[in-house]
């Protein structure tokens, strides 16, 4: 079964999600700013997982920050990638964590439930 990285990016942190078939689940969320640290633990967890692609979410407006990352991530990993449509994925979170009970300190930063929104939206629309 494959396992697969959702990821949910931003200049300041990136979301990272872990999934497989229908079920995602929140990872972690890192600090943006330096790609190489980024990418090292893009690595690391696509090693220790065992991914066998990533779905990087992608606003319908595509920003030049994440088609930058994009390219960034292809030239550097082997991993495929595929580019999913991100569009209200933070809203979702928010409304995701206000549900579940989160304080609103908990609700501060939702990078890595954006990240799991992305990839469980993805499997509702091709993996059913």
Not at 3 to 19: E, M, Q, Y
Not at 29 to 54: A, C, D, F, M, P
Not at 94 to 116: N, P, T, W
Request: some cysteine.
């Amino acid at each position: 079964m494959a396992k697969v990285l959702g990821i949910d990016f931003g200049n300041s942190r990136i979301g990272l999600a872990l999934g497989e078939k229908e079920l995602a689940t929140p990872l972690k969320i890192i600090n943006g700013k330096n790609w190489h640290t980024v990418l090292q633990t893009i690595k690391k967890i696509i090693e220790e997982n065992r991914i066998s692609y990533i779905v990087l979410g992608i606003p319908e407006k595509e920003t030049i920050g994440v088609n930058k990352f994009g390219e960034f991530l292809r030239d550097n990993i082997n991993t495929p990638i595929k580019l999913f449509n991100e569009d209200f994925t933070s809203k979702e979170a928010l409304e995701y964590s206000i549900q579940m009970g989160y304080s609103k300190k908990g609700r501060k930063y939702l990078d890595d439930v954006s990240a799991c929104m992305i990839l469980e939206r993805f499997f509702e629309t091709y993996e059913n």
